[in-house]
């Protein structure tokens, strides 16, 4: 059965077309976001949503989404969506944070400019009849310096752009390296430092705990007399209302703003001040970029619904369309190891440790450690899934760590899941035939050969003669079909291990009776 899009808000025709082209049915209802209530009674039908910023991925609509893979939204921002209540149900929440880069760069760029040289006052006064020449002195933008606070994606083309324009730039952003920083040709600088030597400053950094009002009154305190503030990022960077209190004593030369803390913004403390250049959000208001983020969320989607390929998610680590076949059967694996270990712990997770040896190790590993600690947590938390994964553990102050390492062992890839409880520590180890189906091949340093299957008894014993017959007979007993049998040791006499797919669910008294078998140290029913 074809999966089913649902498309709520205006996005471009070609973006439906590729959706069909794909063979994915689209529903087409662009006046549908407005309507939460009429949305929310006919989302469970769909796979995936596409989005703008009409419709709202509340709570409340994410709830009702039986059906839901993927949350697509034409655009960088994901205000609009749930994004922990998605990624308790195992939603992808995807966005296209590059489709808009460039026009959202010339418009901080123009705005920069129409600042530099007062345009919106001088034609707002020339087409009210004046000729006000002596009234509009602008500055030049040559030679002055440009202070870019976040240079990521656009921040880095802004700075491109100001190269072009004869500006030196200097840049804050705590995640860009000294390499990145030489390759953009920009000085790499602390925020203290930034506010004291721009002429210009440009923000470009999305709207974080640390980053609200990163410009406040102490910061513009601290710049330089005549600095011009440009905002084309995020409503909040800035106190607006700081700011205004500098623009009205003359510190602060002029601000142009595309982005207010309240939007839509029908009146803001800024208004008013003949310093000062507002937009309603137009940074990525242009033919091209609405069309870019259109046929590029259609075309994300797309790949995840039919090939499990996820790129520019906000929850879930990159898979490509490429990678995605060779990554299938290593997920199973992964998330399998992952549910045998955490059915045979008791008490309190503290650290898990999931070791990639081989030719897993070069895959996308982020992806397999999710499904791993997934599996891990499922018999405790039921409603555990790939994307919640990682943050419940970390919820819940687990260590995880990913170990990669060459191929060493017997098997061209090896996946071990290492636990650690406050008790003990126990480990697990699989790996991938050539049939694609998933194997144990280790458990505590015993090696095993046993698939996984649905129903399975574990049981450890002192190796000791007699314990075959008598566990088979109590099988037989109780009318429990035996499909596949695999044992282990570690030493004759030594520790061992029988691991037991059966048909059927394990009854409790059976389990019981196991446990007595002498020698026995413990009996556990799996399911898979």
Partial sequence: ???????????????????????????????????????????????????????????????????????????????????????????????TPFGNSITTAEHAITMMLALAREIPQADASTQAGKW??????????????????????????VADRAHGLKMKVIAFD???????????????????????????????????????????????????????????????????????????????AGAAFDVFTEEPATANVLFGHPNVICTPHLGASTTEAQENVALQVAEQMSDYLLQGAI????NFPSITAEEAPRLKPMVELAEKLGSFAGQLTETGLTKVQITYEGEVATMNTKALTSAAIAGLLRPMLQDVNFVSAPVMAKERGIVVEEVTREHEGDFESLITVTVE??????????????????????????RMDAE?????????????????????????????????????????????????????????????????????????????
Avoid: W
Wanted: charge should be positive; charged fraction near 25%.
């Fill in 1 to 95: 059965m074809a999966p089913r899009v649902l498309i709520s808000d205006a996005l471009s025709p070609a973006a439906v077309q590729i959706f069909k082209d794909r063979g994915i049915e689209v529903d087409f209802q662009p006046a549908l976001g407005k309507d939460k209530d009429k949305l929310a009674a006919i989302i469970g039908d769909y796979d995936g949503l596409a989005i703008r910023s009409a419709t709202k991925a509340t709570a409340k609509i994410i709830e009702q989404a039986k059906n839901l893979k993927v949350i697509g939204r034409a655009g960088i921002g994901v205000d609009n969506v749930d994004i922990p209540a998605a990624t308790a149900k195992g939603i992808i929440v995807m966005n």
């Fill in 132 to 157: 006000e020449k002596n009234r509009f002195m602008g500055v030049e933008i040559t030679g002055k310096t440009l202070g870019v606070i976040g240079c990521g994606n656009i921040g880095s083309i």
């Fill in 174 to 252: 705590p995640f860009l390296s000294p390499e990145r920083a030489v390759t953009l040709g920009v000085e790499k600088v602390e925020l203290p430092e930034l506010f004291r030597r721009a002429d210009f400053i440009t923000l470009h950094t999305p709207l974080t705990e640390k980053t609200k009002n990163i410009i406040s009154a102490e910061a513009i305190a601290a710049m330089k007399k005549g600095v011009r503030i440009v905002n084309c990022a995020r409503g909040g960077l800035v106190d607006e209302t700081a700011l205004r209190a500098a623009l009205d004593s003359g510190h602060v």
């Fill in 311 to 314: 790129s520019n998610a906000v």
């Fill in 421 to 446: 409880t406050e008790r003990r520590t126990r480990s697990v180890s699989g790996t991938v035939f050539a049939d694609g189906r998933p194997r144990i091949v280790n458990i505590k340093g015993i």
């Fill in 452 to 528: 996984f299957g649905k129903s399975m008894l574990y049981v450890t014993n002192d190796d000791a003669p007699g314990f075959i017959g008598r566990f088979a007979s109590l099988l037989g007993e109780a009318g429990i079909n035996i499909a596949t049998f695999a044992l282990g040791r570690d030493a004759p006499g030594g520790n061992a291990i029988a691991l037991v797919e059966v048909d059927g669910e394990v009854p409790a008294d059976l389990l019981e009776k196991v446990g007595k078998i002498q020698n026995v140290q413990q009996a556990r029913a799996l399911r898979f």
